[in-house]
């Protein structure tokens, strides 16, 4: 009998192999964790010192980074932004199989975590509607699914707040991946509309995304929502690059 097991999971293994998320490594079947002991290590919580508004991670004091400091902090919409986790090579592999290869499960390992993030901040608290940053429809056809309405959902379900897609994004854009600062900001520019502004007229919105870079897409659809008649913007994205 023992035999004849050790041939089934060999037999499993070899048709549904159980492998790291990240480094690909053989994982026992009845392992259910979606990184290897080791790739858990490296899922580091953003914690210590960062700018105030925006969430970046400071490397020496002060209260905020240098695209927020002074006069700058206001003229922001977006007025609070955090992420969960830091950009290393286990949650970008998470993220990644996440989005691309549409292993959308990964979306329920990441729920736990942004709602940690969430119950940390009390900025979030007031929050009447969660909003997903929207995809082109075009994407979304092709993947089948948003990231970020996955993760907003499950946070959503958590704290009993209604989940609401209110933005649409109306232009494709080019992937923001290898652009910098500015060039970032130009590229997003004026992609969102909120087709129905009666739906967030006076409402606190919290932003959900799966990935902060420079915070220029959070921004821009904060600049939607308020021109809208939102009271408030605040965001919550589980990676900050
Ligand atoms: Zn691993
Ligand atoms: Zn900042």
Same mark, same amino acid.
């Given at each position: 009998m023992a035999y004849f097991n050790k041939i089934k999971n060999l037999l499993l293994h070899f048709f549904f192999p159980r492998v790291c998320f990240a480094c690909g490594i053989d994982m026992d079947r009845k392992d259910n964790n979606l990184l290897c002991p080791t790739c858990q290590k490296d899922l580091k919580p953003i914690e210590g010192l960062i700018c105030k508004r925006c969430g970046l991670p400071l490397?020496? !004091? !002060?209260?905020?980074c240098f695209n927020c400091r002074g006069s700058k902090a206001a003229k922001y919409k977006c007025s609070f932004i955090r992420s969960?986790?830091?950009?290393?090579p286990s949650s970008r592999a998470l993220v990644h199989a996440f989005k691309y290869e549409k292993y959308i499960h990964i979306a329920k390992f990441f729920t736990p975590i942004i709602y940690k993030t969430y119950l940390k901040n009390?900025?979030?608290?007031?929050?009447?509607l969660i909003v997903p940053v929207p995809i082109h429809k075009s994407r979304l056809k092709q993947r089948g699914f948003n990231q970020a309405t996955l993760l907003a959902s499950g946070l959503s379900a958590k704290i009993d707040v209604p989940l609401l897609e209110v933005l649409v994004r109306k232009r494709k854009t080019k992937s923001q991946t290898s652009l910098g600062r500015k060039a970032r900001q130009e590229n997003i520019k004026e992609a969102f509309i909120c087709p129905s502004p009666a739906l967030v007229k006076r409402k606190a919105i919290l932003l959900i995304d799966d990935v902060c870079t420079t915070g220029a897409t959070l921004e821009e659809c904060a600049k939607v929502l308020k021109a809208a008649g939102a009271r408030e913007v605040v965001a919550l994205t589980v990676l900050r690059e």
């Amino acid at each position: 009998m023992a035999y004849f097991n050790k041939i089934k999971n060999l037999l499993l293994h070899f048709f549904f192999p159980r492998v790291c998320f990240a480094c690909g490594i053989d994982m026992d079947r009845k392992d259910n964790n979606l990184l290897c002991p080791t790739c858990q290590k490296d899922l580091k919580p953003i914690e210590g010192l960062i700018c105030k508004r925006c969430g970046l991670p400071l490397k020496d !004091g !002060g209260a905020y980074c240098f695209n927020c400091r002074g006069s700058k902090a206001a003229k922001y919409k977006c007025s609070f932004i955090r992420s969960s986790l830091y950009f290393t090579p286990s949650s970008r592999a998470l993220v990644h199989a996440f989005k691309y290869e549409k292993y959308i499960h990964i979306a329920k390992f990441f729920t736990p975590i942004i709602y940690k993030t969430y119950l940390k901040n009390p900025e979030y608290f007031e929050a009447d509607l969660i909003v997903p940053v929207p995809i082109h429809k075009s994407r979304l056809k092709q993947r089948g699914f948003n990231q970020a309405t996955l993760l907003a959902s499950g946070l959503s379900a958590k704290i009993d707040v209604p989940l609401l897609e209110v933005l649409v994004r109306k232009r494709k854009t080019k992937s923001q991946t290898s652009l910098g600062r500015k060039a970032r900001q130009e590229n997003i520019k004026e992609a969102f509309i909120c087709p129905s502004p009666a739906l967030v007229k006076r409402k606190a919105i919290l932003l959900i995304d799966d990935v902060c870079t420079t915070g220029a897409t959070l921004e821009e659809c904060a600049k939607v929502l308020k021109a809208a008649g939102a009271r408030e913007v605040v965001a919550l994205t589980v990676l900050r690059e």
